[in-house]
């Protein structure tokens, strides 16, 4: 089975990055055969400055390989590094309606945030859904802000194998992963870097900690019991503490006598723990960058020996050869 995702270089990973996109993809890698992507064509509708986006995409691929990906198991290039996608992405826009585009909730959402309404924004589920199609990817591991590109991409194959043969495209399926579809911010919204409410996976521990204790709650007194439905604290304690841990905190928050200033602490800690051993192998891999760019380039020849199967043959389906 061929699984395939992207993550976009557009700022520092965050831990709703980590449980909805890069946890999934490394447990994924023993599964099949896996490629994943550096998504820096994507990261341009977004981000205006060089330098920046140049260090997010060194940095992302160091990510890729702290968070546990392995190299001699999954595929991980740069999209920029195989250009063709974008001839792909133009061959599937002939079929693509302009409705299909204009209802895009992402698109929509992003507008609405102040992003520039470009062609690129709104064009960008046809790249995405080329990103997918170019390398017959069975299935694509997202967030459920994803679900949408993804019903777009099963549509334009779907178009092209119509007009052009049944075996043109492979149609890929969805994966999302319910439970941790959505990590909640340090406000209770989602988690996202467009809300400023977010835990880095990596960085300065004061820092971090300063953020962490900024985790919305009420102001239920010390000594009273403490609401545990909709709690964000016990939702972000989830993702690091075990089940004990869990049930403790849970039981401290109906008893009373523990302040949020007690359990924030223990979400900290228990999160400074949980990424200790990504934190250690980020500072080996800045050591040795060298390393990570032999990694992304051994990835770009993987990958193209893939793309050139596929887009030769779209090209010849559609008649451009
Ligand atoms: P952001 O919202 O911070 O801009 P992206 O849109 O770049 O994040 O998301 C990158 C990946 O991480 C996507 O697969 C997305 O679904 C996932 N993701 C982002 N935020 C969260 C979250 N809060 N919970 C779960 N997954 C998330
Ligand atoms: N749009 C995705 C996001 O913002 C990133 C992405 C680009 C992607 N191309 C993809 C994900 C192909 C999966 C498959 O998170």
Same mark, same amino acid.
């Given at each position: 089975?061929?699984?395939?995702?992207?993550?976009?270089?557009?700022? /520092?990973?965050?831990?709703?990055?980590?449980?909805?996109?890069?946890?999934?993809?490394?447990?994924?890698?023993?599964?099949?055969?896996?490629?994943?992507?550096?998504?820096?064509? &994507?990261?341009?509708?977004?981000? /205006?400055?060089?330098?920046?986006?140049?260090?997010?995409?060194?940095?992302?691929?160091?990510?890729?390989?702290?968070?546990?990906?392995?190299?001699?198991?999954?595929?991980?290039?740069?999209?920029?590094?195989?250009?063709?996608?974008?001839?792909?992405?133009?061959?599937?826009?002939?079929?693509?309606?302009?409705?299909?585009?204009?209802?895009? &909730?992402?698109?929509?959402?992003?507008?609405?945030?102040?992003?520039?309404?470009?062609?690129?924004?709104?064009?960008?589920?046809?790249?995405?859904?080329?990103?997918?199609?170019?390398?017959?990817?069975?299935?694509?591991?997202?967030?459920?802000?994803?679900?949408?590109?993804?019903?777009?991409?099963?549509?334009?194959?779907?178009?092209?194998?119509?007009?052009?043969?049944?075996?043109?495209?492979?149609?890929?399926?969805?994966?999302?992963?319910?439970?941790?579809?959505?990590?909640?911010?340090?406000?209770?919204? /989602?988690?996202?870097?467009?809300?400023?409410?977010?835990?880095?996976?990596?960085?300065?521990?004061?820092?971090?900690?300063?953020?962490?204790?900024?985790?919305?709650?009420?102001?239920?007194?010390?000594?009273?019991?403490?609401?545990?439905?909709?709690?964000?604290?016990?939702?972000?304690?989830?993702?690091?503490?075990?089940?004990?841990?869990?049930?403790?905190?849970?039981?401290?928050?109906?008893?009373?006598?523990?302040?949020?200033?007690?359990?924030?602490?223990?979400?900290?800690?228990?999160?400074?723990?949980?990424?200790?051993?990504?934190?250690?192998?980020?500072?080996?891999?800045?050591?040795?960058?060298?390393?990570?760019?032999?990694?992304?380039?051994?990835?770009?020849?993987?990958?193209?020996?893939?793309?050139?199967?596929?887009?030769?043959?779209?090209?010849?389906?559609?008649?451009?050869?």
């Amino acid at each position: 089975m061929r699984i395939l995702t992207g993550l976009q270089p557009s700022g /520092k990973l965050h831990i709703g990055n980590y449980f909805g996109a890069m946890q999934p993809a490394v447990h994924l890698q023993d599964q099949g055969e896996a490629f994943y992507f550096i998504a820096d064509y &994507h990261a341009m509708t977004s981000m /205006k400055d060089a330098d920046t986006l140049r260090a997010n995409i060194q940095d992302l691929a160091i990510d890729f390989l702290a968070c546990g990906l392995d190299p001699e198991k999954a595929t991980i290039f740069r999209q920029s590094d195989i250009p063709e996608v974008n001839e792909l992405a133009w061959i599937l826009s002939t079929v693509c309606p302009m409705g299909l585009l204009e209802r895009a &909730h992402s698109y929509k959402d992003k507008i609405a945030r102040g992003l520039d309404a470009n062609h690129a924004l709104f064009a960008y589920p046809t790249l995405m859904a080329a990103d997918i199609l170019l390398y017959d990817a069975e299935l694509v591991p997202v967030g459920k802000d994803q679900k949408q590109h993804l019903e777009i991409t099963r549509d334009l194959a779907g178009k092209i194998n119509d007009r052009f043969g049944e075996n043109t495209l492979t149609i890929p399926e969805v994966q999302i992963k319910e439970n941790t579809a959505v990590v909640p911010g340090l406000d209770g919204q /989602k988690m996202s870097k467009s809300y400023h409410n977010t835990i880095p996976l990596t960085g300065n521990k004061k820092a971090i900690r300063k953020s962490v204790m900024r985790i919305v709650t009420d102001s239920t007194p010390v000594e009273d019991p403490k609401p545990t439905d909709g709690s964000t604290v016990i939702a972000l304690y989830k993702l690091f503490a075990d089940d004990a841990q869990v049930q403790q905190m849970i039981d401290d928050h109906m008893a009373g006598g523990f302040g949020y200033g007690d359990f924030k602490q223990r979400v900290f800690d228990a999160y400074w723990d949980y990424f200790a051993h990504v934190r250690e192998k980020r500072e080996e891999l800045e050591g040795n960058l060298d390393y990570v760019n032999q990694v992304i380039a051994e990835g770009a020849e993987k990958a193209r020996a893939e793309s050139t199967k596929v887009l030769d043959r779209v090209r010849k389906a559609v008649g451009l050869r």
